[in-house]
């Protein structure tokens, strides 16, 4: 890589930092997000996935004492069920890739907050979710341990089909 390309993908990065900041703070402006609640940002749109990760939203708010939780997620289904998962979510918001992309930038170079929680085993950059599927490890272990930091959570089972 020459030095032209690096400083064109440092400025692209930069540009989006600086966007998920401005975004970040739409977002807390219109959602009216209290201090006491938690913040669920879903950047994908799978869907298996993503309902573990809302399986286990109640247990979330409860065991780390929050008042609330608030959904944003590009994908309009988990937008649309979120609230069928608990009744601990205050407020949802449907995002466009770009912008979950840039929350994930801002949050990646600076944790501006210890509510925030990013529901997706391979983002942000680092993480090695597959990895431990291939090796076995439960999703529900995953996302509870791994992302929740809820280390002895109780497992939820859940037959139900989620189809809309």
């Known amino acids: 890589m020459n030095v032209e390309d690096l400083n064109a993908r440092l400025n692209q990065s930069a540009n989006q930092v600086w966007d998920g900041v401005a975004i970040w703070k739409k977002v ?8 006491s609640s938690c913040i669920l ?20 708010v409860k065991r780390k ?8 997620a590009v994908d309009e289904w988990t937008v649309k069920n979120a609230s ?19 929350i994930l930038k801002y949050y990646s170079l ?3 907050s210890n509510r925030f929680y990013v529901c997706d085993i391979t983002f942000p950059e680092g993480r090695l979710g597959e990895l ?9 272990e995953i996302v ?18 989620y189809s809309n």
Do not use: W
């Open 84 to 102: 069928a998962f608990t009744d601990s979510i205050a407020g949802t918001m449907q995002l466009s890739e770009y912008e979950s992309a840039c």
């Open 132 to 140: 431990l599927i291939e090796n076995s490890i439960p999703i529900d």
């Open 65 to 72: 004492e929050y008042t609330c939780a608030y959904v944003l």
């Open 144 to 161: 509870c341990a791994g992302v929740y930091r809820m280390y002895d959570y109780e497992k939820v089972y859940n037959e139900q089909e």
């Open 110 to 112: 600076i944790e501006f």
């Open 28 to 35: 807390k402006s219109e959602l009216h997000m209290p201090d």
């Open 41 to 60: 940002l879903f950047p994908s749109a799978k869907r298996a996935a993503n309902i573990v990760f809302l399986r286990y939203i109640e247990q979330l």
